[in-house]
């Protein structure tokens, strides 16, 4: 396997103009292996040395990487929009789960909101669990186990569609 430093993947993926980084162009989602980050990320939270936190976000990223693979696989599409209203652009799973409509008795009902033990945060949307981890945002303890325990639900309905992980 070869090891890549960031400024050389930037280049090589051609995400580099003018001086400035740009987000990575998605119209050809076909070709994304959507499925296969599930896989990887599902596994890779799990790694003994893993913080909980950090495991707790992959997790997150795996099941929207599930997800967008499920959108894309069943609608199938050949090409995505680039509009920001697309749910293949959002990290907000009510937006790709609308797009989805699993049964709830497939996926249950998510926490009603993220619980922060910091101070007033901008912060408060349940899908916005994902920052709350990337950021070392203090998430309550019941409410942090409400929403592994209902990301869970999502991975099993993605075994259940995807298939073996």
Same mark, same amino acid.
């Given at each position: 396997m070869n090891i890549i430093? #960031?400024?050389?993947?930037? +280049?090589? !993926?051609?995400?580099?103009?003018?001086? /400035? !980084?740009e987000m990575i162009n998605v119209s050809r989602c076909r070709s994304f292996k959507l499925?296969?980050?599930? %896989? +990887?990320?599902? #596994?890779?939270?799990?790694?003994?040395?893993?913080?909980i936190a950090s495991g707790h976000m992959l997790f997150? /990223?795996?099941?929207?990487?599930?997800? %967008?693979?499920?959108?894309?696989? !069943?609608?199938k599409m050949k090409s995505c929009s680039n509009t920001k209203s697309d749910p293949l652009f959002s990290h907000d799973l009510f937006k790709i789960l609308k797009t989805l409509k699993?049964?709830?008795?497939?996926?249950g009902l998510p926490p009603d909101q993220l619980r922060l033990t910091t101070p007033k945060?901008?912060?408060e949307n349940f899908f916005?669990?994902?920052?709350?981890?990337? /950021?070392?945002?203090?998430?309550?303890? #019941?409410?942090?186990?409400? +929403?592994?325990?209902?990301l869970q639900q999502?991975?099993?309905?993605?075994?259940? #569609?995807?298939?073996?992980?």
């Amino acid at each position: 396997m070869n090891i890549i430093n #960031k400024s050389q993947f930037l +280049i090589s !993926t051609g995400s580099i103009r003018m001086g /400035y !980084t740009e987000m990575i162009n998605v119209s050809r989602c076909r070709s994304f292996k959507l499925a296969d980050s599930w %896989k +990887i990320h599902r #596994k890779a939270c799990k790694l003994p040395d893993m913080p909980i936190a950090s495991g707790h976000m992959l997790f997150f /990223y795996a099941v929207e990487c599930g997800l %967008k693979h499920l959108i894309i696989d !069943t609608k199938k599409m050949k090409s995505c929009s680039n509009t920001k209203s697309d749910p293949l652009f959002s990290h907000d799973l009510f937006k790709i789960l609308k797009t989805l409509k699993p049964a709830r008795s497939e996926i249950g009902l998510p926490p009603d909101q993220l619980r922060l033990t910091t101070p007033k945060s901008e912060h408060e949307n349940f899908f916005d669990v994902h920052l709350a981890w990337r /950021y070392g945002l203090e998430i309550d303890q #019941k409410n942090e186990k409400e +929403i592994m325990d209902w990301l869970q639900q999502v991975d099993k309905f993605l075994f259940r #569609k995807i298939g073996k992980a």
